[in-house]
């Protein structure tokens, strides 16, 4: 008769118990081993993406940096030609900045071309174009500093163009935007001068009366009391 084999107290057992980690690591060295096919074409592909990442980066980079001494080098000549009000030489710097607009798709560069050119059409009194080309740089990078003097100036194009409805648009839109920007006394008074050239009183006196009340300080407070006088306001 066989002997029987004595089992060990409960007590005497030795168990191996695995922690969090070690049993993660175990489950996934079997999925490995069951899923070979479908683990190699995973890293393949990430593998891939991270070359087209990294190629991407690169190109980008090297487009930046070309588009950077581009415009840098049309910035140089634009600093010459005002110096020296020679408007044959500016129309050339215009023609560069257009071309430059034109071939190049992103980065600040590309935004300073349409603010500078924007700003060069002003100057020559070519609202129409000015105009456009703020509002393009406002609408694409609205987050900076610029954008609120670039709508500023498309407003006041609009009015030189007669286009009050559009310069009050703007207005309205500066005034949601750009409420706590450095010219908000500036657009506030715009805004209280074109309301009245439409005969809109009643916001006139209320962006007047705002720029004395909120920019007391500023040099637009005193033509504001003075138009606020002349309309009456007590």
Request: charged fraction near 30%; glycine fraction near 4%; aromatic fraction near 12%.
């Amino acid at each position: 008769m066989a002997r029987k084999r004595r089992q060990r107290p409960e007590s005497d057992r030795i168990e191996i118990e695995r922690n969090i980690i070690e049993r993660s690591l175990m489950q996934a060295k079997s999925f490995v081993r069951n899923n070979r096919k479908l683990v190699l074409n995973s890293f393949l592909g990430l593998l891939v993406l991270a070359v087209v990442i990294i190629a991407a980066l690169f190109i980008i980079d090297t487009i930046e940096n070309r588009d950077q001494k581009r415009f840098e080098k049309i910035m140089r000549e634009y600093a010459e030609y005002s110096s020296t009000g020679n408007r044959e030489n500016m129309k050339r710097v215009v023609r560069d900045l257009e071309q430059f607009i034109d071939t190049s798709y992103f980065g600040f560069p590309h935004a300073m071309g349409y603010y500078v050119l924007g700003n060069i059409y002003f100057d020559e009194k070519d609202y129409k174009k000015a105009r456009q080309l703020l509002r393009r740089y406002a609408d694409r990078h609205a987050s900076s500093l610029l954008a609120a003097i670039a709508l500023l100036k498309a407003a006041i194009a609009c009015e030189e163009m007669n286009d009050l409805k559009s310069a009050l648009g703007i207005y309205r839109r500066l005034e949601d935007d750009y409420a706590d920007s450095v010219i908000a006394d500036q657009i506030y008074f715009n805004f209280a001068r074109v309301s009245g050239k439409t005969n809109d009183m009643v916001n006139a006196r209320r962006y007047y009366n705002k720029i004395v009340s909120s920019f007391p300080d500023s040099s637009f407070a005193a033509a504001a009391r003075a138009r606020l006088f002349m309309l009456g306001a007590r």
